[in-house]
């Protein structure tokens, strides 16, 4: 029978007082603020005498009152994760976090989608970075967002038409050359917003598109967020700032949790932007506006923190902030929280899996 972990590392179920033991190792300091409750049937794990409480992927106990056994312990791909975050597999393997910027807050929202002739839709790009600590190929990213409140785990397939992901380099990388000094002169060709520091590059390392994908709905509660999309709010410069009138309208949906498959070989101490591209059509049901017809990507808090349930980046790699971009900016980018919003910077909702 193989070792149980260290006694300060248990799981519980629901309020049992009978513990199990997680294989998820303990993060480097317990998290200072508490998790949402749990969702309905699942356990919870904690580290030591903490009352922060973590969810555990383990199955529901059973109705019946018979007692959840002591031992042996669960099955090594029974994980613990932050926050109630799904846990994709592929091929039959449960996948591993290796980054995250914790739970959505909801207080800002982004599109990313294709373009879409039939709908007259133009290309939308938000981006968010992440960095890898080891050599690692990455099997996946999950976003978090609202999705059309009419759509349902049963009836997606009638609203989500295409899912896709790309990777881009950090500027300079990957740029035009003749484009990488002289900022704020569209008529010449360059720069179309105030600044490309720490922003993605001009054109993507990657782009990936799968038919397949996974998704949880995390919430039946409707949400409305305030959302950048298309050409309303990305504006060139000096148009950028978009506040009274011109703020972000506000967008309504549900919770859910999306999970992009695709491969991809990462160096150790890669430091990379992840773009979601999810396709929406609200034709074939109760439709929206067509404007609100997106997936509604979720803002986190910057920088990425355990207080959130995150991966922390290493003194020596900046968090950057989320950024985003339609036509009268592309290749530029646009900073969602300080260039369009004139507010702090925020991060994305997203995980990247191995």
Not at 112 to 117: E, F, Q, V, Y
């Amino acid at each position: 029978m193989p070792s149980p972990p260290p006694p300060d590392h248990q799981c519980f179920y629901g309020n049992s007082s009978t513990p199990l033991f997680c294989s998820y190792p303990p993060p480097m300091s317990p998290p200072p603020m508490s998790s949402p409750p749990p969702p309905p049937g699942q356990g919870k794990c904690y580290y030591g005498n903490s009352s922060v409480p973590l969810f555990c992927d383990y199955p529901p106990p059973p109705s019946s009152p018979s007692p959840v056994p002591q031992s042996p312990p669960p099955p090594s791909d029974h994980k613990c994760f932050y926050g109630n975050m799904p846990t994709p597999t592929l091929g039959g393997k449960t996948l591993s976090p290796i980054f995250t910027t914790g739970r959505g807050d909801y207080k800002v929202g982004a599109t990313s989608r294709p373009a879409d002739l039939d709908q007259a839709e133009v290309l939308i790009e938000s981006a968010d970075d992440f960095f890898t600590t080891n050599a690692v190929t990455i099997q996946g990213v999950s976003f978090e967002g609202l999705f059309p409140a009419e759509m349902t785990p049963q009836n997606q397939w009638q609203y989500i038409t295409s899912v896709a992901a790309l990777l881009y380099a950090v500027f300079p990388e990957d740029s035009t050359p003749a484009r990488l000094l002289i900022p704020n002169d569209a008529s010449s060709g360059t720069w179309k917003v105030a600044s490309k520091e720490g922003s993605p590059a001009d054109w993507p390392m990657s782009n990936i598109t799968t038919a397949a994908y996974q998704i949880q709905k995390l919430s039946d509660d409707i949400i409305t967020v305030p959302t950048v999309i298309e050409d309303f709010n990305i504006q060139a410069i000096p148009d950028q700032l978009q506040t009274g009138n011109f703020a972000p309208p506000a967008m309504s949906g549900k919770r859910y949790e999306i999970f992009v498959p695709f491969q991809y070989n990462l160096p150790a101490g890669a430091h990379v932007f992840v773009v979601p591209q999810i396709g929406v059509n609200c034709n074939s049901a109760t439709p929206w506006a067509e404007d609100e017809c997106n997936f509604v990507w979720s803002s986190a808090p910057w920088p990425v923190s355990y207080a959130n349930q995150g991966t922390p980046f290493p003194s020596w790699i900046q968090d950057e902030q989320s950024w985003t971009r339609g036509p009268l900016i592309t290749p530029d980018w646009a900073s969602i929280g300080t260039q369009i919003l004139g507010t702090q910077p925020y991060n994305a909702a997203f995980t990247v899996w191995a």
